[in-house]
């Protein structure tokens, strides 16, 4: 068996986190694999790039700046396709599992990748396609992330807000919203096994293309977080006033960190000490350590495990692995109502809370927090987390679904 993984970036991002993963474990395990990724920052090539085995940069960097610049008024990708790919995968001997993470992003043309992938089945039948939906993108008329919004349930009539990931400068979701749909299921037809790691992106998935098109598979921690966790020691419960992190990539952003919840934290004064993790902190005040954007897992994780708790405030993640990898260390996790919290934090036994109860759960100890979310003991919740997040079971059930297409 030769796998495909193919995602717009290699190591930034959850979605390309699953799919470096499953190619890390394949590759242990004596599975040929590579992974195509299709842009490092400003279009150049990954500065990860060197760090892993088997991977191809795909996609020139003026592809990927004239998607970004037309992406505003098209609203859709008008170039990128991986027509030279076509000799190498047809000419492989043996199966062949072409497995699609996000492909948008100012990547490749959605009706491009469907030919291409008519081209190499009529060419190959032993080719097996698979698509990983990380976010609501193939449901919607533009936007990777719903944030809130249903109006995709009614054909995308008006979008309100030209700011949703990716943003526009004028509003064509309707127009395009029926031909993209029909490019999903076209590769439906083509025998594409669609997978989701959210229920709640699977359920909006079947809701339009019919019962049971998309499976679930829940992500699972890498290969480099199960090291770290290995090395870990136990942290049961910290000295002083409770440490509580807040952890996003660009901390500005409100979808993923709700900026309000964050400042009325802020206010609790010296009763907690928050501590941020992630680009551009607006927030200053005596009680705050702001740690800035850290790309070592290693380090991170350390920082993370001296925490009482981590405050989860965001309304646009699907799956999100911060909360496996902090919840695998021994970290309760206090998040805000959402369909993606709901859904990690059930796994090891934990509830949402409203926004008012995370004002009062960040003042207890972490074996306090723990009983209040988990219902148990601390060493009884950081047991049930470290063995509800397995990469390993994660990826059996890949090669699982591999085998059976």
Known sequence: MNILQFNVRLAEGGAAGVALDLHQRALQQGLASHFVYGYGKGGKESVSHQNYPQVIKHTPRMTAMANIALFRLFNRDLFGNFNEL????TRTSGPVVLHFHVLHSYWLNLNSVVRFCEKVKNHKPDITLVWTLHDHWSVTGRCAFTDGCEGWKTGCQKCPTLNNYPPVKIDRAHQLVAGKRQLFREMLALGC???SPSQHVA????????????RIINNGIDMATEAILADLPPVRETQGKPKIAVVAHDLRYDGKTNQQLVREMMALGDKIELHTFGKFSPFTAGNVVNHGFETDKRKLMSALNQMDALVFSSGVDNYPLILCEALSIGVPVIATHSDAAREVLQKSGGKTVSEEEVLQLVQLSKPEIAQAIFGTTLAEFSQRSRAAYSGQQMLEEYVNVYQNL
């Open 193 to 195: 096994q669609f997978i």
């Open 203 to 214: 359920d909006a998935f079947n809701s339009l293309y019919g019962p049971g098109r998309c």
């Open 86 to 89: 076509y000799r190498s995968i």
